[in-house]
């Protein structure tokens, strides 16, 4: 139990364009969902938190702007990515928990290259 | 600033024998530590410990967590090529009423045939 599906696991994007990350609970209602931003060899650093049904919060220095974040429904989150630049490319991971307990489940991450 | 360190950041051992892995924080509003495993992409939960001295096990791996001192250790014994991994040790903390995890750098963990 417990499964996070991400999708897709890989996108390669042109300077400009903007790119949806998916986050679905499979086998559990997710109230919280949240991304992740890991840079090659460094730790996870959490971008935002969302609720279903609310506006995320963003950690500081993210721009809600650029990382648009959606929770429409318990199984599903997405993360936008707009007006993307190469700087962006970095691999994010999403996690989501459930109502009976704090442990994040997470998803295989995105890797986005952004050229 | 709130902080999660894991030492050593990286590990080469030979099949079969026993590690050691630790984690040191310090965080305002601690709730729980938490350590995952990752191998390719998805970190996968190993064990969730709350409260001090009560060892968590689950096969060869087992875990502890001291709240005074402010550290944790996951242990792995007779390890095996599939524990190579990066072991990620994280600090549950609750900020204006939501979940927030602060993670350490990871270990990086070789295990050699």
């Known amino acids: 139990g417990a499964v996070v599906s991400q999708h897709p696991s890989w996108v390669i994007c042109k300077s400009g364009t903007s790119v949806k990350i998916e986050c679905r609970s499979l086998?559990?209602?997710?109230?919280?969902m949240f991304w992740y931003r890991q840079f090659p060899k460094q730790s996870l650093m959490l971008m935002a938190t969302?609720?279903?049904?609310?506006?995320?919060?963003?950690e500081q220095g993210v721009e809600k702007d650029k990382f648009l974040i959606n929770h429409a429904s318990l199984t599903l989150s997405t993360l936008t990515v707009t007006s993307a630049h190469p700087e962006d490319s970095s691999f994010y991971i999403c996690s989501a928990s459930g109502v009976w307990e704090n442990i994040q489940y997470f998803g295989a991450g995105t890797r986005l290259s952004v050229l | 600033e709130d902080k999660v360190v894991q030492s050593p950041l990286s590990l080469v051992v030979h099949e079969g024998d026993t590690v050691t892995l630790n984690c040191s924080y310090e965080v305002t509003n601690f709730r729980s530590l938490l350590w995952y495993k990752q191998e390719k992409k998805a970190p996968t939960f190993l064990f969730m410990l709350t409260s001090s001295g009560i060892e968590k096990k689950s096969g060869r791996l087992s875990s502890i967590l001291d709240k005074k001192e402010l550290f944790s250790i996951l242990n792995i014994t007779a390890t095996q090529t599939g524990d190579s991994a990066i072991y990620l040790c994280a600090v549950e903390e609750w900020v204006q009423g939501a979940q927030k995890l602060v993670f350490g750098q990871g270990t990086r963990l070789t295990i050699n045939p």
């Open positions: 086998d559990f209602q997710a109230t919280t």
């Open positions: 969302s609720n279903e049904g609310s506006k995320a919060t963003y």
